[in-house]
């Protein structure tokens, strides 16, 4: 139901924008995540939004550099990247669950029963 797409190939100090679409109409009552897997490491959270797109959360190793835009009112949404490092290269998953709040997300990949196929994203340094 899921598809993350826009990875690609940059220098260090570039910009990225990854989508996330749902084949629903739209995210309504569905609160988003992306994770990240690098080479030899477990996957971890990157950062995620409440459905109503007022409450965020980010990894202290990104905060400031990436956001994640687009509400449950649309069938996509973003994660702006900014400033990107070499740090940064992974395999980048969006997922997705229910919740009817509006105001909660999530930062535990258990907690989430929608993902998307991943995207790659390699920054060179």
């Known amino acids: 139901q899921l598809q993350a797409s826009g990875g690609g190939l940059v220098q260090a100090g570039d910009s990225l924008r990854l989508s996330c679409t749902t084949s629903?109409?739209?995210?309504?009552?569905?609160?988003v995540g992306w994770f990240r897997q690098a080479p030899g490491k477990e996957r971890e959270i990157v950062g995620a939004?409440?459905?109503?797109?007022?409450?965020?959360y980010f990894a202290d190793s990104v905060e400031g550099r990436f956001t994640i835009s687009g509400d449950g009112t649309k069938n996509t949404v973003y994660l702006q990247m900014r400033s990107l490092e070499p740090e940064d290269t992974a395999v980048y998953f969006c997922?997705?669950?229910?919740?009817?709040?509006?105001?909660?997300?999530?930062?535990?990949?258990?907690?989430?029963?929608?993902w998307g196929q991943g995207t790659q994203v390699t920054v060179s340094s």
């Open positions: 939004r409440s459905w109503s797109g007022r409450d965020t």
């Open positions: 997922a997705a669950r229910w919740d009817r709040s509006g105001r909660r997300y999530y930062r535990d990949q258990a907690d989430y029963n929608y």
């Open positions: 629903r109409r739209a995210f309504s009552n569905h609160a």
